[in-house]
């Protein structure tokens, strides 16, 4: 391996002297590697490079006006995480708040078990993939058995709501604690199923203790779900 000249050496010791760094046979102490370079760090190299630069090979204006604009991305992108932890830091007090209007309230979430409110009535929305001249909601019991059919006639693409009470016409009607909901929409002649979403009730609600994730809701029937899951909240 051949050598490095006496010029080339005298300006690389120039260089570490600018950025503060002896050389490894000067050191007394335990090298500390640094895994990241600061804004201190970026000026330093800088310097080093604008003092120890060929006169006769300027650095290109280009270059470091590249190099500037680098250095003021850098800063921005730093004071930007630097304000939104601080904006997270103000905002978890409200955590509380926006973790406790849940409770006991419905929330509309994905889902095909639906629970009776006090009046026997289930009720939730049907995400329909386009635009039907027929759109079904089928009802059943938690056995599989169909209870109901209801043709809910042409729909739009999009969320569109259900509700379904088994006594409105039939009185003898046997209530269930919970029912099994389908639906199938009628696209390009042929039958296609779409998903749904229920009401469940919120009976607790969790504030993660890390402030990037959302708030934890146990909904009845469901378990434990993200707060972002929930599509719509109701008394």
């Known amino acids: 391996m051949s050598e490095i000249s006496n010029g080339a050496q005298s300006s690389l010791d120039s260089i570490l002297q600018e950025l503060g760094i002896s050389k490894a046979k000067d050191q007394d102490g335990p090298r500390v590697t640094k895994k990241s370079l600061g804004q201190e760090d970026f000026l330093k190299l800088m310097t080093a490079q604008l003092n120890n630069q060929d006169p006769f090979k300027p650095v290109d204006n280009t270059d470091f006006i590249a190099q500037m604009a680098q250095f003021s991305t850098v800063t921005g992108i730093t004071d930007i995480n630097k304000n939104l932890l601080d904006l997270g830091q ?14 006991g309230h419905e929330v ?40 109901d059919q209801i043709d809910m006639g042409a729909a739009p693409e999009g969320m569109v709501g259900f509700e379904w009470n088994g006594f409105i016409n039939n009185p003898e009607f046997e209530a269930r604690d919970a029912y099994l909901v389908e639906a199938y929409a009628v696209l390009d002649g042929a039958y296609e199923g779409a ?12 504030i993660p203790s890390d402030g990037t994730q959302d ?3 146990e909904v009845e029937g469901y378990g434990n779900m993200s707060s972002s899951d929930v599509k719509k909240i109701r008394n």
Do not use: C, Q, W
């Open 195 to 206: 998903s749904t979403h229920v009401y469940g009730r919120v009976m607790s609600a969790s």
């Open 108 to 147: 509309l979430v994905p889902g095909t078990v639906a629970r009776p409110n006090e009046y026997g009535t289930i009720a939730g929305a049907i995400d329909v993939p386009g635009r039907t001249n027929a759109l079904t909601l089928v009802v059943r019991d938690i056995t599989g058995e169909i209870l």
């Open 215 to 217: 708030v934890t809701l």
């Open 90 to 103: 103000k905002l978890a007090p409200n955590r509380v708040a926006v973790a406790s209007s849940f409770i």
